[in-house]
């Protein structure tokens, strides 16, 4: 953290700070205070509290507490939007109030990022953004910590977001990154790790953070062979998606209401994640495809169910190995009916015969690519957890080279553009292994701006994706 960043520490503890409150007092209420603000202020909790996710907590809560429509659109928004932009209110409320963030009681740190979130990045007006606020603290806490609240808010209103970015973030001919990182909410890690994917289009890192900063659309997949992407368009009354022949947007609503999506003739998907699975079937193999296909990381199974979907139709079969039990359910669910078995199995020796023609490897990753739908996943990540993930990464891969037959392929994949866990793993591969590296690119048949190749790097601000990597990879025959 930078000195102007770094507010003065005050000297003992007043209103707001991480006393220890009475335990009564501590339990969060569905008070008289409005409903949106007040399921929003309760997912921030447990997200800090219990290390829950946004994405899995919110939809729950909605649905047991009955929000109307626009009581759940506004907690949705609040929710992802205080949780995706953390950093930088943090920033704010330390500034405002003084004295670090985490120096101040985590119940009311909560309120204060909703609350600054609505004052920076909402046409709510100000004086409800800081009244509800108020609200929401006296309701639980009484009148003295409420007052707290009401002060900073006051002093984070003062100013607009441009005014607190150019006063708080790193100089921008200086530190462009960190600026950059400041200014769209990512650790500077995270951003440096962008800038460093994006290489010689590093100059495109302010579309990208500003991609990944802003409220995702969802992407429904048709399943091939029951429905149809333009009859799913229809019905769902999206729009059919640019790249992948399956994909369908929507911007509003909930898809789990979805009829198509009930009946499991498509799911939620990222249109990247499609064209990954996609790909593994249009890679070119030395001699014919037997049919005998692997997803060695299937769980919870998007990319199982469309490979299931695509084999079904030439009478294929797919192997899906995932070793953390109640993941392995979620893909018997997802691929229920199709010819897909489960196999719940470590990938490094899931104990199957070789001899696959294709094989997807869509390894455990940091997950860096899909920040704009899992909110609070940026101020989660380490920069440490990469090199587990990395030695996991190549055994993974060695192990489905293992079990590939020759001329077959193996798709390596990763929801993450951070170049230890996508060009470096593939090229540890080849040198290691022996394998060819093919041109990716021609497996994303229409998508342009793919780079120099032979790999495959999606970016949301380029193809309204997820930043999905991808590389094939052939088993040369003796
Ligand atoms: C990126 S996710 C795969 C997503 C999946 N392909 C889909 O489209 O739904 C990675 C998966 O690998 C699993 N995994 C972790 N360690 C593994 C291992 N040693 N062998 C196989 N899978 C593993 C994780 O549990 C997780 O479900």
Redesign the pocket.
Known sequence: MTESRRPARRSGRGTGDRNPTPRQARRPSQSAVDPARTAARDVLRAVRDRDAYANLVLPALLRERKLDSRDAALATELTYGASRAQGMLDAVIESAAQRPVDEIDGALLDVLRLGTYQLLRTRVAHHAAVATSVDLVRTEFGQGRAGFVNAVLRRVGEQTEDQWIERLAPDADRDPVGHLAFRYAHPVWIAQAFAHALGPDAGELAEVLAADDARPIVHLVARPGIITAEELALVTGGEQGEWSPYAVHLDHGDPGRLEPVREGMAAV?DEG?QLVGRALTLAPLTGDDGGRWL??????????ALLGALADLDGFTVDA????EH?ADLVRKTTRGLPVTVHV????EPGLQPGYDRI?V????TGLGALRRRPEARWRRRPGDVADLVR?QKQ?LASAIELLRPGGVVLYS??SPHVSETVAIVADAVRRHGVEELDTRELVPGVPQLGAGPGVQLWPHRHGTDAMFMAALRKPVE
């Open positions: 998907q994640s997803d060695l990381c299937a769980g919870p199974g998007g990319k199982a190995v995932e070793p953390v993941r199995a470590d990938g490094r997807l869509d390894a455990p990753c996991l993974l990763t929801c």
